[in-house]
């Protein structure tokens, strides 16, 4: 019995090829597949600009540099997510203000919003967790009401649509990770995707030393060096060919799961929303008291057979970091806690097999049975 990892990524493409004419060319920093890349990406997201950095917490730093926030500044932010989203907030000395979960998608719940706006808020920052979009219309319009920035993080749900959009393109910046549980990787990546040319314009500055356009090693602001290499974007290159497919397996493989493990009592499945296009990035079930043991007791029984899986993301308002700023200190956010104490997210590579699924549909079966025993 072969072990089952969360994920794999698939890299049986032009991957190779491409790498090796970058190594023959010796373009190896900037080089031609960064400019393909963008080019490509951004034609994939629907958006003017996409630019490469060196990983999804790069683009959001960038992102939210990119938008002048800083000290004093508040960013509304779900209270569920990577702690890379906050990150990105403190790293610009803002204030992160949290908002709790929607019950069923686990992103930020938009009812929740208006009431945590005050005189300095100044950006609002939805993620799309485990590849299923938040509800972005009315973020959007309590965007546009009190003229918030909109940034996305996008970076668990290429390829998702939100009322027949790509994630990606709704905020006025977005963000994307390409670490290599992504649907697409680049080994270590990200990109900023945007139809603003003037904030294009700064995240590339930003990302490259602010030298002035006028004149090289002139810099008039404090920028980085988070470039994305030609290396990495010609992996990059190879695996965008084939990103409609790598969807496509995403989906098959949540429609697959979704009739092995139905009929499982106290196991709750992941549920698309009528305005939304999910990519499953990871497909996520939830473990409710009626399973018969506790989340953390399912994840140990399926490792005994084989099977890997991880919890979902503990909450902002837990993490010591955070409280030892003296941040989110006797904050609440019940359904953010519900949900990271009780959600897993099992096998979802790009090479699963149905095969597999069906043993690790069994193997919750006999967790189960075990537990109840
Ligand atoms: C929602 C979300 N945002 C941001 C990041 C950060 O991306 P990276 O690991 O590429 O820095 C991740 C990924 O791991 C993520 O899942």
């Known amino acids: 019995m072969s072990f089952i ?41 629907g958006t003017r600009h996409a630019v490469t950095t ?129 649907i697409i990787t680049t080994g270590e990546g990200g990109m900023v995707t945007t139809d603003d040319d003037v904030l294009a314009q700064r995240v590339r500055r930003l990302k490259d030393l602010c030298h002035t356009p006028e004149r090289r090693f002139v810099h008039d602001d404090i920028g980085y060096t988070l470039r994305m290499t030609n290396l990495q974007a010609a992996v990059g290159v190879a695996q965008l060919e084939r990103v409609e497919q790598f969807l496509a397996h995403k989906r098959w493989m949540a429609e697959t799961y979704g009739r092995h493990l139905a009929g ?38 399926l490792r005994a057979k084989e099977v890997d899986s991880r919890s979902f993301f503990i909450p902002m308002h837990r993490q010591p970091v955070f409280l030892r700023e003296g941040l989110f200190a006797d904050e609440h956010y019940p359904v953010a806690d519900e949900l990271s104490d009780t ?3 099992i096998p979802s590579g790009l090479t699963l097999t149905e095969a597999q699924i069906v043993r690790v549909a069994e193997a919750i079966r006999a967790c189960q049975s075990e537990a109840r025993a």
Not at 12 to 31: D, F, H, K, L, P
């Open 343 to 345: 959600g897993l997210y």
């Open 54 to 182: 060196t990983s999804g917490t790069a683009a959001l730093q960038l992102a939210v540099a990119s938008l002048g926030l800083g000290e004093g500044d508040e960013v509304l932010v779900p209270s569920l997510t990577i702690v890379a989203t906050v990150f990105a907030v403190r790293y610009a000395r803002a204030t992160p203000v949290l908002i709790d979960s929607d019950p069923v998608t686990g992103n930020l719940d938009p009812s929740l919003i208006e009431r945590r706006i005050t005189r300095k808020t100044r950006a609002i920052l939805p993620v799309h967790l485990y590849g299923h979009p938040a509800d972005m219309d009315p973020i959007r319009e309590l965007a546009r009401r009190y003229r918030l920035a909109d940034i996305e993080d996008a970076a668990e749900a290429h390829g998702a649509e939100y009322h027949g959009r790509r994630a990606g393109s709704l905020g006025d910046v977005n963000c994307f990770s390409f670490y290599a549980n992504k």
């Open 5 to 45: 990892p969360v994920n794999e990524p698939d890299l049986s493409g032009n991957e190779q090829r491409y790498v090796g004419e970058a190594v023959a060319s010796g373009w190896i920093s900037t080089g031609s597949f960064v400019q393909e890349f963008e080019r490509a990406f951004a034609a994939f997201c």
């Open 264 to 301: 499982i009592g106290g196991l709750v499945l992941p549920q698309e929303q009528p305005w939304a296009r999910s990519v499953y990035w990871m497909y996520t079930v939830r473990v409710t008291p009626e399973f018969g043991c506790g989340r953390d007791e399912l994840m140990r029984r």
